[in-house]
């Protein structure tokens, strides 16, 4: 017999965007832990694009914060950047000409971009108001897609197999 193999909600990864185009005052953060991954790819669409590098994405890799209730019995996480998190990158700007001259350097990743661990932290802020002859090409916003790189044991997919049931619940 071969081991049964139950499917995540995590296998085709997780598409994490913006709206399109970018409105002002935009705002987005999202947490994605997937338990039993050893470490999270990223891969982000070749439009990812803001106006100025300072309306930015930050991408802060492991950690969630824990609140326990004082009789110990009740916990929660509350996503987003915790205190064991680190900064891993961030990423703004546009190669079409609009807006300022690239102060990050980089602009958007081509690449797949590794994450150790099995938590990953997407904020973004608009921070400026979109000019009048920019074209939504250049404020088109991001789109990642995070997928993990899983152990696969027979304990790791009976984890998976319980955080598919917790997710239903």
Known sequence: FSPLVFPTPWSKGK????CHP????YKYKETIKIFGARCLYLKFDERCATQYDYDKLVIHAGGFKFIVSSLGLTFCLIPG??????????FGGNS???GSKSVLGCGWPREVMRIDGDTVTVS?????GREHNTPDQAVWGFKVCVKPHEQQTESSINRH????IALTL
Do not use: H, I, Q, T
Request: hydrophobic fraction near 35%; avoid cysteine; charged fraction near 30%.
């Open 22 to 25: 970018l409105k002002d005052n």
């Open 161 to 164: 197999f319980m955080a598919d």
């Open 15 to 18: 598409v994490l965007e913006s």
């Open 96 to 98: 079409l000409g609009y």
């Open 124 to 128: 973004f802020e608009m921070r400026s």
């Open 81 to 90: 950047p915790s205190s064991s998190s680190r900064k891993v990158a961030e």
